[in-house]
């Protein structure tokens, strides 16, 4: 009898053992890793905000506002961070600045910083915030891996499946970068831009992006934006005026872009 309690006993207490065995793992995994834990709460403190700011907009601008620029803060924190990775510690040296300038993390940065105290728009907070989440739930599904709860495993299900679409959403990312460029045009002309600067920063990050020797999602997307374009204009019922004046604006905007580096395998910031 005394047996048969105590193997109940034990099968009573393997779910709590498993629960503390994997918050132990957690926080090993944690601590071992603090750059790389801080930027993790740093992006899911922007994709927090970036929902807060959604749902915000519409009835509270005042919280929009603060979500806006927290969203933005922790966007440019954990681009930081991520740059501090990638090349380590700071250089006064040429190469290494070129280096800071072919780094997509560089990149964000800089956007972080040019909308920070720019009008709060929900285009421009999907990006920071979509990009952080996708981030973050990859730190996260890895964290997982370690955990041996069956309770979590749904929720590994679900991570597995975002991951498997990170490079779809990737793509709405890229296609998202490219129309802020005409949408931060408008509202200067609007008065809605904080700077006449904010559109030529944008542009140069935008020249960046297309550049990139990482990810080739931004170059990928002009490319498909092109073809679309160009079947609309050849289709007969579109105006031959219309025509001539949005392949004059096509070849001008072809001779403006940089030379792309040869494409790599797209990896994740």
């Known amino acids: 009898m ?13 779910p709590g053992g498993s ?8 926080k ?19 994709a ?3 929902v807060i700011f959604a749902v915000s907009t519409f009835f509270a601008p005042a919280l929009a506002q603060a979500s806006f620029q927290r969203l933005m803060f922790a966007f440019g ?24 300038v072919l780094e997509d993390s560089a990149h964000y940065m800089l956007f972080a910083c040019n909308f920070y105290s720019h009008k709060p728009t929900t285009v421009i907070a999907f990006i920071p915030a979509l990009y952080c989440a996708l981030q973050a739930s990859a730190f996260l599904g890895v964290l997982l891996q370690e955990c041996q ?7 590994k299900v679900q991570l597995a499946k975002v991951k498997g679409n ?11 970068e490219i129309f802020i460029m005409p949408l931060v045009i408008i509202q200067l002309f609007t008065g809605q831009c904080g700077s006449i600067l904010t559109p030529l920063v944008y542009y140069q990050f935008l020249m960046l992006r297309y550049m990139s020797r990482r990810n080739p999602y931004v170059r990928n997307a002009f490319s498909e934006l092109k ?21 004059k604006g096509m070849s001008l905007l072809e001779r403006l872009s940089p030379v792309a580096y040869e494409p790599a395998a797209a990896t994740p910031q």
């Not at 005394?2 to 393997?14: A, D, I, L």
């Not at 629960?19 to 957690?26: G, R």
């Open 166 to 176: 990170q490079q779809q959403l990737l793509r709405v990312v890229a296609t998202a």
């Open 149 to 155: 709860n069956g309770m979590l495993s749904s929720l």
């Open 2 to 14: 005394s047996g048969e309690q105590t193997t109940t006993q034990t099968e009573t207490q393997q």
């Open 48 to 50: 927090v905000n970036g």
């Open 19 to 26: 629960t503390t065995n994997d918050m132990a793992v957690i």
């Open 28 to 46: 090993n995994v944690l601590s071992r890793d603090m750059k790389s834990s801080i930027m993790f709460f740093a992006r899911v403190f922007a």
């Open 227 to 247: 073809v679309s374009i160009n079947q609309l204009l050849y289709n007969p019922a579109c105006p031959a005026f219309i025509r001539n004046i949005v392949t």
């Open 77 to 100: 924190l954990a681009s930081v961070i991520r740059l501090s990775q990638r090349l380590g510690p700071v250089q006064l040296t040429k190469q290494y600045c070129i280096n800071v």
